[in-house]
């Protein structure tokens, strides 16, 4: 919806339109949004690419692992991913309140798939982090080897 930018309140204001309604297609396809990724990378670039995936690893269509796999190996593109959401599976709130249920009356649960994203970022060569571990962005930066001015900036565009 918005061009890449440094214009945050561009960014802003497209958040506060975005909808489930938005999608054509309902379910979750992390092998096409990983493809769709090497397009936000310029041809021929030389410099290191890294593709951070934050995702419960709840999917309904493609292989994903195929697809960072060939990013690895065909686009130099390493992905690194961090697992949000619970195996067990919570609840998904209902725009006007209560829970999302299914065709039989029983609440949608979304559950992690840890097993999944694992293999992505093994597929990757990247590392894997528990989103709800609290020193996750520890592990994450030092696992991509971010300078101290490249965290600083990464830390202030989170806040946002």
Do not use: C, W
């Not at 995702?55 to 269509?61: T, V």
């Not at 989103?131 to 490249?150: H, T, V, Y």
Request: charged share 25%; glycine share 10%; aromatic share 4%.
């Amino acid at each position: 919806m918005v061009p890449i930018t440094e214009d945050v309140q561009s960014l802003r204001s497209a958040v506060d339109f975005l909808d489930p309604d938005l999608l054509s297609a309902g379910g979750t396809n992390i092998a096409a949004g990983l493809e769709t990724s090497r397009n936000m990378f310029p041809h021929g670039e030389r410099r290191r690419k890294e593709l951070v995936l934050f995702s419960d690893g709840e999917h309904h269509r493609g292989d994903p692992r195929g697809v960072a796999h060939n990013l690895s190996r065909n686009h130099n593109i390493t992905t690194h991913v961090v697992v949000l959401g619970q195996t067990e599976g919570a609840r998904i709130p209902a725009e006007e309140g209560g829970d999302i249920l299914d065709d039989t009356g029983n609440p949608v649960l979304s559950r992690s798939n840890p097993v999944l994203l694992q293999a992505i970022a093994d597929a990757g060569g990247g590392v894997y982090v528990q989103g709800s571990d609290l020193d996750a962005p520890r592990q994450l930066f030092s696992k991509l080897e971010l300078s101290e001015g490249e965290r600083l900036r990464l830390t202030r565009s989170s806040l946002y």
